[in-house]
C-alpha cells in the first residue's frame, strides 16, 4: 500500500508542475515539502519576458 500511495502523490504532485509550466503561471518561489513520503520540491522561476509562440 506504501508503494501505490507514493505513486499517486508523485504524479499528482507532477502533474501539478506541468499544468504550472503548461499555462505559464509563474511563480516566484514554490517550496513543496511532504514529510510523510520525503518529497521536497523547491522552484524557482522568473516572469517570462517574451511571449509564447500561442500568445
Do not use: C, W
Request: net charge positive; hydrophobic share 45%; charged share 25%.
Amino acid at each position: 500500500m506504501d508503494m501505490l500511495e507514493l505513486l499517486i502523490k508523485s504524479f499528482s504532485t507532477i502533474y501539478i508542475i506541468r499544468l504550472i509550466l503548461k499555462h505559464n503561471l509563474f511563480i516566484n518561489y514554490l517550496k513543496i515539502k511532504v514529510k510523510f513520503i520525503g518529497l521536497d520540491i523547491e522552484i524557482r522561476s522568473k516572469q517570462k519576458s517574451t511571449p509564447s509562440a500561442k500568445e
